[in-house]
């Protein structure tokens, strides 16, 4: 059983930056086995896909809205992904989620990943407020 942790979510003014981590634990094989991502849950919105990376590390996407401002990362050693967000704007405003699903290929990313059913592995989110 994966279990993924977020943290560093909170309230930051329009323009400004955060960083979510994301501690992974459990499940088959190494951490670097699983692509990890983001996504997010605005009120009254469906999910939606934020960042993807593979296992390495070196394979990355970004949905066009945040494209540009927003950086994943991950940490093999420390079994922890990471989501930098810069420049942050209120419709940043969100639940983000760690997700994660099982994929051995460390260098390539899943034939899908933009889908909240691409992820079988689910953190329990942590809220992001950009507000003035």
């Known amino acids: 059983q994966v279990q993924l942790v977020e943290s560093g979510g909170g309230l930051v003014q329009p323009g400004g930056s955060l960083r979510l981590s994301c501690a992974a634990s459990?499940?088959?094989?190494?951490?670097?086995?699983?692509?990890m991502g983001w996504f997010r849950q605005a009120p009254g919105k469906e999910r939606e896909f934020v960042a993807v990376?593979?296992?390495?590390?070196?394979?990355?996407d970004y949905s066009d809205s945040v494209n540009g401002r927003f950086t994943i990362s991950r940490d093999n050693d420390k079994n922890t992904l990471y989501l930098q967000m810069n420049y942050l704007k209120p419709e940043d405003t969100a639940v983000y989620y760690c997700?994660?699903?099982?994929?051995?290929?460390?260098?390539?990313?899943?034939?899908?990943?933009?889908?909240?059913?691409?992820?079988?592995?689910w953190g329990q989110g942590t809220q992001v407020t950009v507000s003035s």
């Open positions: 990376s593979s296992g390495s590390g070196e394979r990355t």
């Open positions: 997700v994660s699903t099982r994929w051995t290929y460390l260098y390539t990313l899943p034939f899908s990943y933009r889908t909240p059913s691409d992820y079988p592995n």
């Open positions: 459990g499940g088959t094989g190494t951490f670097e086995t699983y692509a």
